[in-house]
């Protein structure tokens, strides 16, 4: 009877028509994540982005935490100030105060009130928000003049689009690990069980999602993680700012993920040795740095900036920075992730076509016109 | 069955296959022979899919071979690898499901492979962190563990040590013997004399020869006779029509001058000799000497 029934079991497994493209795609995507999850590398490096941004949000009020530097117009204030860790500034008028808050040479001023709806006769200016202590030490909350109010410093400004950059760089540069996952393949001949089992197709596509979802998975603990670093940092009027330049980020980054990640896959069917990736991921590699570049020198550049929002590569850094900045209409990012999207789709088709063409041969590094011709055999 | 037929190849100028037609049979295994760069692995890449042909076709059980029949067959190739940093029966169970088994399923595949190939304590490892041998027997477990139609390997006792040979011996044997076709190529000629029951050899592209190993043997073969008397055997050379290759005292091997061996003209030209040596004294055997593949190898190429 057992043996029957094995038999049956064998004959009805036997008949199905195999793995499905999807089946199939994923099965790759699922081994290429575990590879990732189950090496610590992934998690320090993880571990070391978020615990940078908390250290850069927090870190600056710790370590200038000695005196907040004021400006005080109006001498009596000042005596009651003193007894508190404030650098203080003395001036008669208030119009100079007002100036070295602008200047940033002071976090604030305490200037005689022109209100009338002060309890204590003064009242504060700041840039876009009073420090928390200097409110504190003046018992009753005074009236607060906001020079600009819900506007980017310069230095914030700076600071947003390095960490934008940097983090594109470095999600970008991640992608070398679906080359590293290819030329492994090549290099253990592993990938001739594979295509005698796979589609090449569901291979490359395996290997784009389960990549592409290791790194949406990293963008979206950065996403979470940098709220509340900010807010961690009393960084409440930057974090409000940053908020909607955040959101856009993140869609922006996986497209350019996306981008690049088919071109990682090329890179490393093109060559057979780990040795020899070098030399095929240059031309990748100046796809990432070319835009991190470009934003870092442009940034000041309105116009430079504008086109570089619409420029596939560079647009995952340029346009949410321009958001960020608010020299970006409502409009904008939705054009520019569009034609990011059809760039994705035409460089994949392309790569795809290379991929296939190269993934079975060996021996050194193969052209790409070769890779192109063979693809048709 | 897999049935190749007048399979053709060539990588740019140079024809690596050339009309190439042979079978492999249900519950047979078939040696694939031929010397190094004689196209071995270029078929077996063909009949896999991951090599397309020129021309010619590939069929099993009556239909060309796609890629959802791939998934039924077991492949190792000649280099072999699997990755490096996985773990032995992850790996081997992945390859399971690759090759459409359920997770459950491939998971007890693995187990029960690990075990019949003496792996189950290594089944934690990494692959790297396995001696050349172990990651062979892995190797095998991967080519087998969907429970493969047909088999096909690539050079599969390269390298391996005598007691791997053995378990993988024994382990293939038992695939043939449930009625799965094996095809494996070789250029280790003992190995394969020992192994197949079908042979298929193979020279610059070409099939010289392909059937039954037996019947092979005895057409491409040489016919010999091996003759012990009491005393010296030298009076042999001087016998017109035959061949003497070897004297050695009382002990003689001997072949036919002719093409067409002892019976040509309808003579029993072996029965005279032996006739002949009776007269002569004590005959103590008088015995056909079966060819080695090694002479069937050179004589069919």
Redesign the interface.
């Known amino acids: 009877m057992t043996s029957v029934e094995e038999r049956t079991s064998?004959e009805s497994?036997?008949n199905?028509?195999?793995?499905s493209f999807v089946q199939?795609t994923w099965?790759v995507a699922e081994?290429e994540l575990?590879?990732f999850l189950q090496m610590k590398g992934f998690w320090i490096g993880l571990a070391t982005i978020v615990i940078g941004l908390f250290a850069a949000s927090i870190l600056p009020n710790v370590l200038g935490g000695g005196d907040t530097k004021i400006a005080v117009a109006g001498s009596d204030v000042a005596q009651t100030l003193e007894a508190g860790p404030f650098d203080i500034e003395r001036t008669t008028d208030p119009a100079v105060a007002e100036e070295l808050v602008r200047s940033e040479t002071v976090a604030a001023a305490v200037v005689p009130d022109t209100t009338g709806q002060s309890a204590t006769g003064v009242q504060v200016v700041a840039l876009e928000s009073p420090p928390s202590d200097l409110m504190a030490s003046l018992g009753s909350p005074p009236p607060v003049d906001l020079l600009e109010p819900g506007e980017v410093s310069e230095g914030e400004k700076q600071l947003v689009i390095m960490v934008f950059a940097l983090v594109f760089m470095l999600f970008a540069m991640s992608g070398t690990a679906i080359a590293q996952s290819t030329v492994?393949?090549k290099?253990?001949?592993?990938v001739?069980?594979?295509?005698?089992?796979?589609?090449v197709k569901s291979l490359l596509a395996g290997k784009i999602v389960g990549h592409t979802m290791l790194t949406v998975g990293q963008v979206a603990v950065l996403a979470i993680a940098a709220p509340i670093a900010l807010q961690a940092g009393g960084n409440e009027a930057l974090l409000e700012v940053i908020l909607p330049a955040l959101g856009w980020y993140v869609p922006f980054l996986v497209l350019a993920f996306l981008l690049l990640a088919s071109m990682w896959a090329v890179a490393g069917s093109l060559v057979s040795r780990q040795e020899d990736l070098g030399s095929t991921m240059g031309l990748v590699m100046m796809l990432v740095f070319g835009p991190y570049m470009a934003v870092i020198f442009l940034a000041g550049n309105a116009t430079a900036m504008a086109v570089l929002s619409y420029v596939p590569f560079s647009a995952a850094i340029a346009m949410p920075v321009r958001l960020f900045t608010g020299e970006a209409q409502v409009w904008e990012p939705f054009v520019s992730l569009g034609l990011m999207a059809v760039m994705v789709v035409l460089i994949t088709a392309v790569a795809t076509r290379l991929y296939s063409g190269s993934l079975?041969q060996t021996g050194g590094k193969i052209k790409l016109s070769r890779a192109w011709s063979a693809a048709s055999? | 069955m897999l049935k190749v037929n007048g399979v053709s190849r060539s990588f740019g100028d140079h024809r690596v296959l050339d009309s190439v037609s042979f079978d492999v049979k249900p519950g047979r295994m078939t040696g694939f022979l031929g010397a190094n760069g004689a196209g071995k692995t270029t078929m077996m890449r063909i009949i896999l899919g991951v090599l397309k042909a020129d021309a010619g076709s590939v069929s099993w059980n009556g239909q060309p071979v796609t890629q959802a029949l791939r998934q039924r067959f077991g492949y190792m190739p000649e280099e072999r690898g699997l990755y490096p940093k996985m773990k032995v029966a992850d790996q081997i169970q992945w390859l399971g499901r690759l090759h459409g088994m359920s997770a459950a399923n491939a998971a007890a595949s693995t187990e029960r492979l690990l075990e019949e190939l003496d792996l189950s304590t290594r089944a934690n490892d990494k692959l790297e962190a396995l001696s050349l041998g172990n990651q062979q027997r892995a190797q095998i477990a991967a080519s087998l563990v969907h429970d493969p139609e047909l088999l096909i390997l690539d050079e599969p006792f390269s390298g391996l040590d005598p007691i791997a040979v053995d378990t993988v011996l024994r382990v293939l044997r038992q695939r043939a013997a449930d009625g799965a076709p094996v095809l494996f190529s070789s250029h280790q000629l003992s190995v394969v004399e020992q192994l197949c029951d079908d042979l298929v050899i193979i020279s610059e592209g070409q099939i010289r020869a392909s059937g039954e190993r037996d019947e092979i043997k005895e057409r491409y073969g040489t016919p010999r006779y091996e003759l012990v008397v009491g005393s010296d055997a030298g009076w042999l050379r001087d016998v017109p029509g035959i061949k003497v290759t070897s004297v050695d005292g009382p002990r003689a091997v001997f072949e036919s001058a002719s093409a067409d061996g002892f019976r040509a003209g309808g003579e029993a030209l072996d029965q005279r000799i032996l006739q002949e040596a009776m007269r002569r004294g004590e005959v103590r055997a008088f015995t056909p000497v079966v060819p080695s593949l090694n002479e069937i190898f050179k004589e069919a190429i």
């Open positions: 064998v497994r036997n199905d028509g195999g793995l199939a099965l081994r575990k590879a492994t393949e290099q253990t001949r592993v001739e069980i594979l295509v005698s089992t796979l589609p079975l055999d």
